[in-house]
C-alpha cells in the first residue's frame, strides 16, 4: 500500500508538491478498499468511512470538508466530490464516453494534470457496490454541478 501511496504522490503534484497529512490518509484508505464494498456499498459510506477512520472534522451528512473553487484552489488527492446530476461526455476517434451522476460522492485519487482527475467510489458501473476508480476529465462536463470539499482536520 505505501507503494501505491508513493506513487500516486509523484503522480500527483499539488502546490508546494506536499500533500496534506489528511488528505493521503483519505486516498490511502480509499486505495486499501478497491474491489471491496465499504459498510452498505453506498456511494457516501467510502467519504464517510475514510473521513471517520482520518478523525477529519465534518457533518456527518454532506459536508465533508471547506467547499472550494477548483478554478481557484488546486484540486489535491484526498479531496471530497458531490456530483448532482451530473454527465459528462467525451468524444474520441474511436467513439465516445458518457457517464451519468445524480446523486453521487467520490473521492479524488489522483490528480495527473489540472482539470484531469482519477476518483475511487462505489456503487457505480458495471461493478456496483464495489470500491473502484474511474478517469475523468472535468472539461468534459455538459450538465449538472459537482461540489468540491476539502478534508477538514
Same mark, same amino acid.
Given at each position: 500500500?505505501?507503494?501505491?501511496?508513493?506513487?500516486?504522490?509523484?503522480?500527483?503534484?499539488?502546490?508546494?508538491?506536499?500533500?496534506?497529512?489528511?488528505?493521503?490518509?483519505i486516498v490511502e484508505y480509499?486505495? %486499501?478498499?478497491?474491489?471491496?464494498?465499504?459498510?452498505?456499498?453506498?456511494?457516501?459510506?467510502?467519504?464517510?468511512?475514510?473521513?471517520?477512520?482520518?478523525?477529519?472534522?465534518?457533518?456527518?451528512? $454532506?459536508?465533508?470538508?471547506?467547499? $472550494?473553487?477548483?478554478?481557484?484552489?488546486?484540486?489535491?488527492?484526498?479531496?471530497?466530490?458531490?456530483?448532482?446530476?451530473?454527465?459528462?461526455?467525451?468524444?474520441?476517434?474511436?467513439? %465516445?464516453?458518457? $457517464?451519468?451522476?445524480?446523486?453521487?460522492?467520490?473521492?479524488?485519487?489522483?490528480?495527473?494534470?489540472p482539470g484531469r482527475i482519477?476518483?475511487?467510489?462505489?456503487?457505480?458501473?458495471?461493478?456496483?457496490r464495489k470500491v473502484s476508480?474511474?478517469?475523468?476529465?472535468?472539461? %468534459?462536463?455538459?450538465?449538472?454541478?459537482?461540489?468540491?470539499?476539502?478534508?477538514?482536520?
Amino acid at each position: 500500500m505505501l507503494t501505491a501511496l508513493a506513487c500516486l504522490l509523484v503522480a500527483a503534484p499539488i502546490q508546494g508538491d506536499t500533500l496534506p497529512a489528511l488528505n493521503a490518509c483519505i486516498v490511502e484508505y480509499a486505495l %486499501s478498499q478497491e474491489g471491496h464494498t465499504v459498510a452498505r456499498g453506498e456511494c457516501w459510506d467510502l467519504a464517510a468511512a475514510a473521513l471517520d477512520l482520518c478523525e477529519a472534522q465534518w457533518d456527518g451528512l $454532506y459536508g465533508f470538508g471547506r467547499r $472550494y473553487d477548483p478554478k481557484k484552489d488546486p484540486i489535491q488527492p484526498g479531496d471530497i466530490l458531490r456530483f448532482e446530476g451530473v454527465t459528462m461526455e467525451t468524444r474520441t476517434t474511436d467513439g %465516445s464516453e458518457r $457517464y451519468t451522476f445524480g446523486e453521487h460522492t467520490a473521492i479524488v485519487v489522483v490528480v495527473p494534470a489540472p482539470g484531469r482527475i482519477t476518483i475511487a467510489h462505489q456503487n457505480f458501473g458495471p461493478v456496483g457496490r464495489k470500491v473502484s476508480q474511474l478517469n475523468l476529465d472535468l472539461a %468534459s462536463l455538459t450538465k449538472g454541478r459537482i461540489h468540491f470539499h476539502r478534508p477538514v482536520p
